[in-house]
């Protein structure tokens, strides 16, 4: 069965994730707020701030900025991609 929520991010009622997105409080409230729809558009984000930032996933100062770059993309304000940014061409 298909379970909704009302997406924080994008203010709709959507499909929600089928599963805790990683263990702990922050994963059972994107769990429980965020849909599939805007987990994958944060995947996408994380991916390209990760490669443009040239970010270590081991490092824990590198944690630490997509912990909160994820936050501001999903629940908040003030989320920016890296200057000079340029998406691909599809």
Known sequence: MTRYVNCVKLGT?????????????????????VSQKAWKEW?????????????SS????????????????LFGSGFQVPEGYIPPKI
């Open 43 to 55: 995947i996408s984000m994380q991916t390209m701030l990760i490669n443009e930032n040239r970010l």
């Open 13 to 33: 009622s959507e499909e929600g994730l089928t599963s805790l997105p990683f263990p702990g409080t922050k994963g059972q409230y994107i769990y429980d707020n």
């Open 58 to 73: 081991f490092e824990s100062k590198a944690k630490k900025m997509v912990e909160e770059e994820r936050d501001k993309f």
